[in-house]
């Protein structure tokens, strides 16, 4: 149950096309939803985050949707660029608590083509 | 501020001996959580330091251990390492936890023969 499901394992778009990585979780007490970038040789970076009592969020050309009867959420990139190229992952936060805890997708490897 | 930083960045060792890993979170950071990133198994929590104490833990072997001190400065130690303890190690802080933003270091990979 706390698993956090994330899809396509790999992606490849061309340069100006919309990237779109899904996340699916069970858990329905998770509650705070972050998206990571990670780059060859870096940690992981915070891109944008959400919480449950919302069903968007957009920050530049990076937007969430939020859809909690479905327990899905998802990672819209516009205007994808080269530098765009990157490991996402999705991530899904436990309840307060000592379960308290970060659960992760197992990513998705963008390609933008240029 | 400087960003998070881990040392070393590369280790190698063997099957058996134990290992200990640093993190220098940002400045003003009370919180240090590790993670192990493998292939196979993703990004995994092994466990949070908050003010020197463990908040939270993973589910991973007691052979994972970790402290804080009171500068915030965390170490994390593996003993007996076994083959499939290879992984890239990171760490990241925040300033109140979990949920709040977390800032990883490059982190450091651990190759276990």
């Known amino acids: 149950q706390q698993q956090v499901k994330q899809s396509p394992q790999s992606l490849i778009v061309q340069k100006g096309g919309i990237s779109i990585i899904n996340c699916a979780y069970e858990?329905?007490?998770?509650?705070?939803f972050p998206w990571y970038q990670q780059f060859p040789g870096k940690g992981p970076a915070l891109l944008i985050a959400?919480?449950?009592?919302?069903s968007e969020k957009k920050e530049g050309r990076f937007t969430i949707s939020f859809n909690k009867s479905a327990k899905q959420f998802s990672l819209h990139i516009m205007d994808s660029q080269p530098g765009d190229s990157a490991t996402y992952f999705c991530?899904?936060?436990?309840?307060?608590?000592?379960?308290?805890?970060?659960?992760f997708g197992s990513g998705t490897q963008l390609t933008v083509l240029p | 501020k400087a960003g998070v930083t881990q040392t070393p960045r590369y280790l190698i060792k063997t099957r058996g001996q134990q290992v200990t890993l640093s993190c220098s979170p940002i400045?003003?950071?009370?919180?240090v959580s590790w993670y192990q990133q493998t292939p196979g198994q993703g990004l995994q929590f092994l466990f949070e330091?908050?003010?020197?104490?463990?908040?939270n833990k993973g589910n991973f072997p007691g052979r994972f251990s970790g402290r804080q001190f009171s500068n915030s400065r965390s170490e994390m130690n593996v003993s007996t390492l076994e083959l499939g303890d290879s992984a890239l190690y990171l760490c990241?802080?925040?300033?109140?936890?979990?949920?709040?933003?977390?800032?990883f270091g490059p982190g450091t990979r651990l190759l276990v023969l």
């Open positions: 990241a802080s925040s300033s109140q936890g979990l949920g709040e933003t977390q800032y």
């Open positions: 858990n329905t007490a998770f509650d705070y």
């Open positions: 959400i919480r449950p009592d919302v």
């Open positions: 991530a899904a936060r436990a309840p307060s608590g000592s379960a308290r805890q970060l659960t």
């Open positions: 400045s003003g950071h009370r919180s």
């Open positions: 330091y908050f003010s020197e104490t463990q908040r």
